[in-house]
Nanobody, 124 residues
Framework: QVQLVESGGGVVQAGVSLRLACAGA?????????MGWFRQAPGKEREFVAA???????LYADSVKGRFAISRDNAENTVYLHMHSLIPEDTAVYYC?????????????????WGQGTQVTVSS
């Protein structure tokens, strides 16, 4: 089994930075899983944000390119989402997910395991 725990969300002013973390809590390594971040704003569908393959290849949604960066630390069994230049449109619950595949994908159907989410609120 895979259990994921997100952390790092909060309420911030537009223009600042946050770092979200997604830790594998079950003891099972995520080393061979592609990992992704998704977000869901109130009244909207869950959307892809970023993904990283097992070997570090990254994929980003157009809305966050140049502002967000995904990384992973396999020794800590943790995936990060570095968010910069935050804007109010980034406000959402951010979910970490582990894929059953090794390559990064933006399709949520490729992700079998999901965390509970962490709230990010960006004030204008």
């Amino acid at each position: 089994q895979v259990q994921l725990v997100e952390s790092g969300g909060g309420v911030v002013q537009a223009g600042v930075s946050l770092r979200l973390a997604c830790a594998g809590a079950s003891g099972r390594t995520l080393k061979h899983n592609a990992m992704g971040w998704f977000r869901q704003a109130p009244g909207k569908e869950r959307e892809f944000v970023a993904a990283i393959s097992w070997d570090g290849f990254t994929l980003y949604a157009d809305s966050v390119k140049g502002r967000f960066a995904i990384s992973r630390d396999n020794a800590e069994n943790t995936v990060y989402l570095h968010m910069h230049s935050l804007i109010p449109e980034d406000t959402a619950v951010y979910y970490c997910a582990a894929s059953t595949y090794s390559n990064a994908r933006g399709d949520p159907h490729h992700y079998a395991y999901w965390g509970q989410g962490t709230q990010v609120t960006v004030s204008s």
